[in-house]
């Protein structure tokens, strides 16, 4: 009888130790990663920041077609003014998004609102930005 209940104690220890000790499996490893937000967002965040690089890339590169074709251009003024707003209003809402990243604090109640209206007004800069190249669209800069 002795035995019999040592026997149960020692697979009971074996047990629980193989439980802890034991190697996690890929699913322990995969589950947290697809559902953690802040990952999620990271690349997000870093996806969106390609892409404004990308766009500020293509207008530089329109903008110095548009230059090297010169007057020629049957809409030079009207693409040069939309290819030049579109850089700027990049580089501000760049600014902004540094701002608002380095400055404000969202876990405080007081920098919430202010967070918000800044991330509105970055939002309608991105909207503005969106139609300009639009219409930069429409009125291809083409090389001659």
């Known amino acids: 009888m002795f035995t019999e209940t040592s026997n149960k104690n020692v697979t009971d220890v074996q047990e629980s130790v193989t439980e ?4 996690p499996d890929q699913a322990d490893f995969i589950l947290p990663i697809l559902l953690n937000p802040n990952t999620y967002a990271s690349k997000k ?8 690089l990308a766009l500020l890339s293509a207008n530089g590169a329109q903008l110095k077609l548009l230059l090297s074709n010169g007057k020629q251009q049957e809409f030079y003024m009207f693409l040069l003014w939309l290819i030049a707003t579109s850089i700027v209003l990049q580089v501000v809402q760049a600014v902004v998004c540094v701002v608002l990243g380095l400055i404000f604090d969202i876990n405080h109640v007081d920098d919430q609102k202010k967070a918000e209206i800044i991330n509105n007004v ?11 190249n639009v219409l930069i669209s429409v009125f291809d800069v083409i090389s001659t």
């Not at 965040?45 to 404004?52: C, F, R, V």
């Open 20 to 23: 802890e000790h034991r190697k």
């Open 45 to 52: 965040t870093l996806a969106h920041g390609m892409l404004d």
């Open 122 to 132: 970055s939002l309608a800069i991105s909207i503005v930005v969106v139609a300009i």
